[in-house]
């Protein structure tokens, strides 16, 4: 079907705004341009139009390669004098329409905020590189006798964590994106640079400059903020590292933000970053770094999970857990199985959830497949398909989970325990039969944006002892799943999840018998544990005492 008139009309238009040549000039319809001054990194409008689809239009040929659209975009390298701090604000109006343009930010005005001064940022590279804080001392020190005249400190020191292999292909590319807008210096892959070598290395670095007397070191420390691109298990990752600065007194801490590229994005979604990678992603990081530097910062409530198993069980641990060692377990209340006179433990920290049964098993398949076979996962959409197969195939619709279907239910291999507010006694509560999941959830989302917990009617919430779930509160919210029939009208949100608790702590007691294995996760990343025939296995939950901080992206 052919085109209106009206759509080539606004067609031309676009274009013409794009790339006005002298000849579309005259014929482009008249709007106004007022010019005004601007603060530094100050953001302006412009109808329909994005710098970085301009820059590519007017600088690449009619047919461009990436390759070719990325250099013509690209930031200059820095240079010790400072760009102009003048910005223009322009706001087009279309004959009176009132079509709002879409929000743009000034790039030179960023990166005065945000790029730390190249003597700080390359000793904070080379500890980093080097795993010693010693060397990164010894770059700066070089920079000085180079002759290397300090700027001002950046307003919002800016650093980035990406997973590169997050994302499909667009990590990679959001990675040089990063790279061309703040620097390679401020930029870090994180299949190449841990966070916690981050923290230990490239922070002290910056901390021990500031307290030899360096005051830009100092004002850049006390001022710096964390962009993490990635998923739900990457920003974990970074925060967990971020969290190493309460044990050591090393305050204070960056707030973090976030790029989402995972495939569920829920710490994203909670703090408002979104739930997907935009289509329009080159201008959207340049509005997701500026929202970095200037959004509110909120609380998050962060959970201590220790695992122990009988010694002599072998766990393969998910990047969430690390193993401690080995210790006698110390009883505190009532146990149902026998105890081993000696338990392997191994923790973690998690943020968003920890489950166990049906849906960490759906879990623990598709992160097996997606390591042999990594090019069936290319995707969100993919993904989700993939986690929609295995959850058909492993019992949640059409068969049963084990022989005898008496034992399907999780009341038969474990007992909930939990500790309510400022109570210290543990309480038992009863897991329903017809249980086959149990999550325990931090946020408001889980599974891509869905709210299982839902919102409670204040008659039941008192009825049920439950108070407003919040993600600062101090408690976490435990339901259950009975089968997939029941878990797909909860992801729809037609009724919500099976209500079981409200606690400060939790302790589950894992019983083996007839299951010679549970599957569990915490914040996406599943494991296998292997269930002792005689002993019991425990998982303990209780709140880390400090909070942590997440950039709001609303």
């Keep these: 079907m052919p085109r209106s008139k009206s759509t080539r009309f606004w067609k031309h238009v676009r274009l013409t705004l794009l790339n006005p040549s002298s000849s579309d000039r005259s014929k482009a319809i008249p709007m106004t341009a007022p010019t005004t001054t601007l603060s530094d990194g100050e953001e302006y409008l412009a109808f329909n139009l994005v710098e970085d689809e301009a820059d590519s239009l007017t600088t690449c040929s009619s047919t461009p390669?990436?390759?070719?659209?990325?250099?013509?975009?690209?930031?200059?390298?820095?240079?010790?004098?400072?760009?102009?701090?003048?910005?223009?604000?322009?706001?087009?109006?279309?004959?009176?329409?009132?079509?709002?343009?879409?929000?743009?930010?000034?790039?030179?005005?960023?990166?005065?905020?945000?790029?730390?001064?190249?003597?700080?940022?390359?000793?904070?590279?080379?500890?980093?590189?080097?795993?010693?804080?010693?060397?990164?001392?010894?770059?700066?020190?070089?920079?000085?006798?180079?002759?290397?005249?300090?700027?001002?400190?950046?307003?919002?020191?800016?650093?980035?964590?990406?997973?590169?292999?997050?994302?499909?292909?667009?990590?990679?590319?959001?990675?040089?994106?990063?790279?061309?807008?703040?620097?390679?210096?401020?930029?870090?892959d994180l299949s190449v640079t841990k966070p916690s070598d981050f923290v230990q290395y490239g922070l002290a670095c910056l901390?021990?400059?500031?307290?030899?007397?360096?005051?830009?070191?100092?004002?850049?420390?006390?001022?710096?903020?964390?962009?993490?691109?990635?998923?739900?298990?990457?920003?974990?990752?970074?925060?967990?590292?971020?969290?190493?600065?309460?044990?050591?007194?090393?305050?204070?801490?960056?707030?973090?933000?976030?790029?989402?590229?995972?495939?569920?994005?829920?710490?994203?979604?909670?703090?408002?970053?979104?739930?997907?990678?935009?289509?329009?992603?080159?201008?959207?990081?340049?509005?997701?770094?500026?929202?970095?530097?200037?959004?509110?910062?909120?609380?998050?409530?962060?959970?201590?999970?220790?695992?122990?198993?009988?010694?002599?069980?072998?766990?393969?641990?998910?990047?969430?857990?690390?193993?401690?060692?080995?210790?006698?377990?110390?009883?505190?209340?009532?146990?149902e199985g026998l105890l081993p006179e000696r338990v392997s433990c191994f923790d973690g920290i998690f943020y968003n959830y920890f489950s166990i049964g049906m849906d960490a098993q759906v879990a623990y398949s598709f992160h097996h497949l997606r390591d042999e076979k990594p090019y069936l996962a290319q995707g969100p959409l993919t993904n989700k398909l993939i986690y929609t197969g295995y959850t058909c195939k492993q019992g949640w619709f059409f068969t049963p989970c084990i022989s005898d279907p008496s034992l399907r239910g999780l009341k038969h291999i474990l007992r909930l325990s939990i500790k309510k507010v400022n109570c210290l006694e543990w309480e038992q509560i009863p897991v329903p039969s017809s249980v086959r999941a149990i999550v325990v959830l931090n946020l408001h989302n889980y599974a891509s944006g869905r709210n299982p917990w839902g919102n409670l009617k204040p008659g039941y919430m008192e009825k049920r002892g439950f108070v407003e779930a919040q993600m600062d509160d101090g408690l976490l919210e435990i339901f259950g799943f009975k089968q997939g029939w029941h878990a797909s009208l909860v992801?729809?949100?037609?009724?919500?999840?099976?209500?079981?608790?409200?606690?400060?702590?939790?302790?589950?007691?894992?019983?083996?018998?007839?299951?010679?294995?549970?599957?569990?996760?915490?914040?996406?990343?599943?494991?296998?544990?292997?269930?002792?025939?005689?002993?019991?296995?425990?998982?303990?939950?209780?709140?880390?005492?400090?909070?942590?901080?997440?950039?709001?992206?609303?």
């Design 207 to 335: 901390e021990r400059m500031a307290d030899l007397g360096d005051d830009c070191a100092k004002a850049t420390r006390e001022n710096l903020r964390i962009m993490v691109a990635g998923g739900d298990g990457t920003v974990g990752w970074v925060l967990g590292s971020l969290g190493q600065l309460y044990e050591e007194n090393r305050q204070p801490i960056p707030p973090t933000g976030i790029i989402p590229l995972g495939t569920g994005n829920d710490l994203s979604r909670s703090f408002g970053w979104g739930g997907s990678f935009p289509v329009t992603w080159r201008s959207t990081v340049k509005r997701s770094l500026y929202k970095a530097i200037t959004g509110p910062i909120c609380r998050l409530d962060s959970w201590h999970i220790v695992v122990s198993v009988p010694v002599g069980d072998l766990i393969e641990l998910p990047h969430c857990l690390r193993h401690l060692g080995e210790s006698t377990f110390m009883q505190d209340g009532y146990i």
């Design 65 to 188: 390669s990436m390759a070719d659209c990325e250099s013509a975009s690209s930031t200059p390298p820095r240079k010790s004098a400072p760009p102009s701090r003048s910005s223009s604000i322009k706001d087009y109006s279309l004959l009176g329409c009132g079509l709002a343009g879409l929000m743009k930010v000034d790039k030179d005005g960023l990166r005065r905020k945000v790029v730390i001064p190249d003597r700080l940022a390359e000793a904070i590279a080379e500890a980093v590189r080097s795993r010693d804080i010693g060397a990164g001392l010894e770059a700066e020190a070089a920079a000085r006798e180079a002759g290397w005249v300090d700027d001002e400190p950046p307003e919002a020191p800016l650093v980035v964590f990406i997973n590169s292999r997050s994302g499909g292909r667009h990590g990679s590319l959001l990675k040089g994106r990063l790279q061309d807008l703040i620097g390679e210096d401020q930029v870090f």
């Design 491 to 554: 992801m729809v949100e037609i009724i919500s999840a099976k209500h079981i608790a409200q606690a400060s702590a939790i302790r589950v007691e894992i019983r083996g018998g007839e299951w010679k294995d549970a599957y569990m996760q915490m914040d996406g990343e599943p494991w296998k544990q292997p269930m002792d025939t005689e002993y019991s296995s425990f998982v303990e939950i209780e709140r880390v005492p400090h909070h942590s901080l997440i950039i709001n992206g609303e």
